[in-house]
């Protein structure tokens, strides 16, 4: 946003009569005030604008904002204000407005008024490990940790779900452990591009849950060293991994999702794979359910984030799970035909 934008100073509360617009803004001084944002003022606010250039993911962005309204944790600080022009027209913000009607809530916002159009979305909020670890402090939250978190629930099998910073740092406290074991058993390796991602590890992070852990290393190791038994599932699945490794859609990351747990099904039923697909049909829906839940792993924005009271249900407790230092490789891996 323009530099000049000063910063806010009060809060202000509002009538239903356009009242939000301050006197201050109306000699053309760029100004920044919090307001006291209701869903009428938003409507009215709304009704300036001609339009929302960014709807293409605008319903999922408006579900993730409205669940953070709605549990208390919006903090107006934490994003670019409000953006009108010298027209009184706005040009940011169409998401948090949509979102605040759609919570019902009151929330403060900060409103820049008579801003220069060219500055949106820069900025608008702090990296989501940024946001954790200024709360629970520095490491708790690493971006690789979060985009694993991230992959352990899928919508519609397709593609990943649109979490906030603070749905992310709930799938962090119940599920720390199998994340952190995910990275145990698949490494960084900078030798092993396409095959030390997220979708691999959520995977793995899953299975570990109710699998062999030491075999669970031993299927990584084999991942990530290669061999010559193209049918073996680990070498099936790397050769996949390694094909598709430019592909970077979020659609794409719930096909590495499937690949993988395919072959780990395989791997522990000791089965060779003679090719690797998404459809899986011998072992249809999730094949390593967390506890608690169902086996289809199928989240709308809605069923595993409903418009709600915190805790998520799902999100509750943590697994407890034997120290990943215990857990060494094994000579006991299953036999491949």
Known sequence: MNPSITQPTEVRTVGSDYSWYPREAANGKAITVTINTSPEIAKQMLATSTGNPRGREGDENIARFSRVMLNGRWIAEHFQGLGFDRDKVMFDGHTRLKALIRAGVTIKMRVNFNAERGGEDQGTARKDAALINNRRGAGFAR???????????????????????????????????????????????????????????????????????????DFGNILLSGGVDTNHPALRLRKRLIEAKSAGTSSFDAIRYRWTEIALMAYFAGRPLTKLSSTGREWPGECFPLPGESDDNEYANSKPLPVIAAPLPQFAGRVTMPSRTSVQPTSRAPAFA
């Open 143 to 217: 971006h690789g940790s979060i985009a694993v978190a991230s992959r352990l629930f899928f919508k519609d099998r397709s593609s990943i779900l649109k979490l906030t910073a603070d749905e992310k740092e709930d799938l962090l406290d119940a599920y720390r452990e199998i994340i952190d074991f995910s990275f145990l058993a698949i490494p960084n390796r900078t030798d092993c591009k396409g095959m030390t991602n997220a979708p691999v590890r959520a995977a793995i992070a899953r299975a570990s849950v109710t699998r062999d852990r030491s075999l669970l290393l």
